[in-house]
């Protein structure tokens, strides 16, 4: 079995969520203080991947990808309050809110951070 296609257990998708969503939160901070940094694309990268990991979960229990509101509560907010991670004031705490919706419909942390950055200038 491919571990890309491996089941967890609710506590260890959680775990996983929590550890990913960390670091993803982190690089959308940085990305929303530095956009313009040589190394925002390798940022949008790096939380492209975690992404991406997210959505090949899949819940032994269920046998089917993680639901919206798991990856929302589990990794989006990495079960706590993004501003608790991260010094975010309200207008990043609403980009970030923005960037996460976009993200769940277009599946893309390039095209999504390009909107919003777009929104931005």
């Not at 990268?45 to 819940?59: A, N, P, V, Y």
């Not at 207008?91 to 419909?105: G, S």
Request: charged share 30%.
């Amino acid at each position: 079995m491919i571990l890309q296609e491996m089941a967890l257990s609710r506590p260890d998708a959680m775990d996983r969520c929590y550890s990913l969503g960390i670091k993803f939160i982190e690089h959308f901070d940085k990305i929303y203080s530095n956009f313009q940094d040589p190394d925002v694309p390798h940022w949008e990268g790096e939380m492209q991947g975690w992404f991406d990991s997210i959505k090949r979960i899949k819940l032994k229990s269920t046998n089917k990808p993680l639901l919206d509101r798991q990856i929302i509560d589990w990794f989006f907010t990495a079960t706590t309050f993004p501003e608790d991670i991260v010094d975010m004031d309200e207008d990043e705490q609403e980009t970030y809110d923005k960037f996460c919706t976009l993200l769940l419909t277009n599946l893309s942390v390039k095209k999504s951070i390009d909107k919003i950055i777009g929104a931005l200038l």
